[in-house]
C-alpha cells in the first residue's frame, strides 16, 4: 500500500477534473481572445469555469476574480502593485504580515523592505495563530496594506479572517488573505467576510497546477504586474490557459459542492489517526482541532528527529511533511514551530500529515501501524532515549556551536 | 544557476548505499553500561555532542582497555536524520581497534569517505555533508575526557569550513597566493563553503564563529594595506617608480622646493604638479606654470629643461615634464 499524505504540499488532480481539462488539448485549441470560431468554441466551458469560481467563494458578480499562474503570483500582484499604488505613487508606506505566512509573503515583503517599506511582521499566539487584537493594534495611518493567511499550511490553523476583514475595514486598510489551504478545505464566503483580495491555488483542492486565481473585491484598482494584451480585462495579460482554467473551475466545484460533508468524512479520518498517533508517549499535536482545517495534523514526537521520520516513512511507502515542503531540503528547523514559541527541541521533530477526500480508512489504519513502528524504531536509536548517562564533563550543552 | 541546478536536487537519490544500508539498519547502535565495561575491567567513555534542539545530537561510547589506551568496544545513540545515523554509525566502526590517540585523528572527512561506494563519489549531497562534522566533534570530546584535557587542545588550527576542513590559516594564504576577489573562486580553491555554506555568511543552516565573506574582506584589507607598506617603504629608499601617486606627488614637490620654486619665485612666477601619470616608458608629470611663468618664453624651454633634468636626477630617468 502506498499513503499520500502530503496534501497541503499538493494533491492528486482528480481524474474528473483530467477528463474536463482533456477536450480543450487538442480538440478545443483555439485563443478564446480570437473571432473565429476557433476561438469563440472554448467560451461557453471558460464562462461556466468562471461562474463555478464565483460561486464557491460566493463572489459578487460586481467583484473580479482575476486567473493567474499560481497563488504565489498572486501573492507578487497583491504586495508589488499596492507598493506601486500606495506607496511609491501614495503617502502610505507601511504593510502589516505576520511571520508565518508562505514564502511568497514574506520573500516579497523582504523585497519590499529592501525597497524602502516598512514591514511589520505579526507574532502568532500559542495556536500558531494571529490575533485580530494584535492586528489592529499595529495598524498605523501609514499601513497601506494587511495581508494575513486564512489558514496555515503547517498547522492547518484557522486565523479570525473575519475580524481582522473587519478591523481593516474600519480602520480604511486595504485587506489581503493568502486563501490557498483555506479554498476546497473550509467554507469560504467572501459576501460573509470582509477581504479585498484574496489568493487562490488550483492543485491545493485537486486542480492541476499551473493556475490560480486573485479574488478583487468590486473590481477596485490594482496595477497589473504582467502588462500585455487587454487578457482578463486588462487586469492579467497572458493567453488565457483554456484548460487549466477549465480544471480549475471543475476542481472547485467538486470540492466545495456539500463542503460540510466532505470536511465532517475528512475530519473522522484525522481524528481517528490524530487520537492513535497521541496514544504514543511524548507527542504532542499543535492547535485546537475545532479551529483547524480538517485534514491536517502537525505532530511533535520527542526524540525523533523530523526527516529521519520522513525518511522511514518513505521507506514504507508513505509521503508526509517536516512542514514546509520549500523547506525540506534547507535543513531549517520548522519556522511555525518557533514562531509559536515551542521548546526549540520540537522544532525539529514535527511531522505534518495532511489528508484528502481521497484518503481511504484502510489507509489511515495502515499509517498508523507503520508510524508507530517507525517511532518505535528511531526512538531506541535516539539518544534522548539513551539509559547511559555522560561521563562527568560529557554532557552536551544546549547547542554548542552547532544551531540555528 | 545552471541547467542541472534549476530544478532542485532529489537529496535522498544521492545517497550512497552504504549510507541508505547503514541509515535503516545501523550496526553500532547502542548503549554499553558502566556496569559491563567495569566487569570486563575496562574504562567506559560517554560525551554527549549536539542536543535536540540544535536537530542534531549524538552520544558516542567507548569501552578503553585502561592498559593498552585500546577501545576495544563502540556504540552510538542518535537524534537526527538518516545521514546523521550512518555517519555515527561508520564513526563508531572506524573507532574500535584503535587508541585514543589513533582515533582522535579520525576526522570528518574520513567517515564521509568510508561511507562512499566508491572512492570518487561522494557519499552524501553537499548541504548533508555537515551530518559527518558531528562525528568528529564528539570523537575529540570522548578523546578529552578520557586525557583529561580540552577537546579543543587536539585542534591544532582554527577550522573555518568543517564540511571540507579548510582552516583560516589556509584561507588566508590561499587568498593571497592567488589574489582571489569572491567567495566563489575560494571554493574554487579551497573546497571551503561549497557544502552546507553556513560559513560563507551569516544566517546559514547554523552560526559560524569566522565567516568567508569576513576573512575575505580582511584578507583583502591586509593585502592593500601589506601594498601601501610596500609602496611607503620604496618612497622612504628613494624608488619612485613603486611609490604611490601621493608619495610620488609629494617626492616631486619636495625636489622642487629645495631645487626650483627660489628661482620661478625670484621673477614672479611659481608652478603646481596637476599629475602624474606612470606608462611603459615615461613617467609623465603634469605641472601648471602660475604668475609671471605664464606664458614666459622660457617656461616651455629653459626652465622646462632645468625642471626636468632635476626631477629626472633626483626622482627616475622616466621622467618627462609636461606643461599644460
Known sequence: MQVYLDNNATTMTDPAVVEAMQPFFSEIYGNPNSLHKFGTASHPALRNAMNQLYSAINAADEDDIVITSCATESNNWVLKSVWVDHILNGDKNHIVTSEVEHPAILSTCKFLEEQGVKVTYLPVNDQGIVEAHTVKSFITEKTALVTIMWASNETGMIFPIKEIGEICKEKGVLFHTDGVQAVGKIPVDLQDVHVDFMSMSAHKFHGPKGVGALYIKNSQPLTPLMHGGEHMGGRRSGTLNVPYIVGMGKAIELATENIEEKMASIRAKRDRLEDALLELPDTFVVGDRENRTPNTILISIKGVEGEGMLWDLNNTQIGASTGSACASEDLEANSVMLAIGADNELAHTGIRLSLSRFTTDAEIDYTIAQFKNAVARLRAISSSYAIQKPTKGGEALECELHHH | ?324
Request: proline share 3%.
Open chain 2, 1 to 324: 544557476m545552471a541547467k542541472n541546478d534549476l530544478l532542485g536536487a532529489s537529496l535522498w537519490d544521492a545517497y550512497s548505499n552504504k549510507v541508505t544500508t547503514l541509515m535503516n539498519n545501523p550496526q553500532h547502535q547502542g548503549e554499553i553500561s558502566e556496569a559491563e565495561a567495569e566487569a570486563r575491567g575496562n574504562q567506559l567513555i560517554v560525551a554527549d555532542f549536539g542536543a535536540e534542539s540544535c536537530g542534531d545530537a549524538v552520544r558516542l561510547y567507548w569501552e578503553i582497555d585502561p592498559k593498552t589506551d585500546k577501545i576495544v568496544n563502540s556504540k552510538f545513540k542518535s537524534f537526527g536524520c538518516g545521514t546523521a545515523i550512518a555517519s555515527s554509525d561508520v564513526m563508531t566502526d572506524l573507532c574500535i581497534g584503535k587508541t585514543v590517540d589513533e582515533a582522535v585523528k579520525i576526522t570528518n572527512i574520513d567517515v564521509e569517505f568510508a561511507l562512499r561506494d566508491d572512492p570518487d563519489t561522494p557519499a552524501v549531497p553537499p548541504q548533508k555533508m555537515h551530518c559527518s562534522v558531528m562525528a568528529y566533534d564528539v570523537i575529540k570530546k570522548a578523546a578529552g575526557l578520557y586525557k583529561g584535557v580540552d577537546p579543543e587542545s587536539f585542534e591544532e588550527e582554527i577550522i573555518v569550513c568543517e564540511c571540507a576542513r579548510v582552516s583560516l590559516g589556509t584561507l588566508k594564504e590561499v587568498i593571497k597566493l592567488n589574489d582571489l576577489k569572491t567567495v566563489e573562486q575560494i571554493t574554487d580553491y579551497t573546497k571551503a563553503g561549497g557544502f552546507c555554506k553556513s560559513c560563507i555568511k551569516p544566517g546559514g543552516h547554523e552560526a559560524r564563529e569566522y565567516y568567508l565573506v569576513d576573512i575575505l574582506a580582511d584578507t583583502r584589507r591586509e593585502m592593500d594595506e601589506e601594498k601601501m607598506k610596500a609602496a611607503a617603504d620604496a618612497g622612504t629608499s628613494g624608488k619612485f617608480e613603486e611609490m604611490t601617486l601621493v608619495q610620488q606627488i609629494k617626492a616631486v614637490d619636495a625636489i622642487v622646493d629645495e631645487n626650483v620654486r627660489q628661482f620661478l619665485v625670484m621673477d614672479g612666477g611659481d608652478m603646481e604638479v596637476i599629475d602624474i601619470k606612470t606608462g611603459d616608458e615615461y613617467i609623465d608629470i603634469y605641472i601648471r606654470y602660475l604668475g609671471a611663468c605664464n606664458g614666459c618664453a622660457s617656461s616651455s624651454t629653459g626652465t622646462l629643461y632645468a625642471i626636468e633634468s632635476t626631477l629626472k636626477e633626483k626622482l627616475s630617468q622616466k621622467i618627462r615634464v609636461l606643461p599644460i
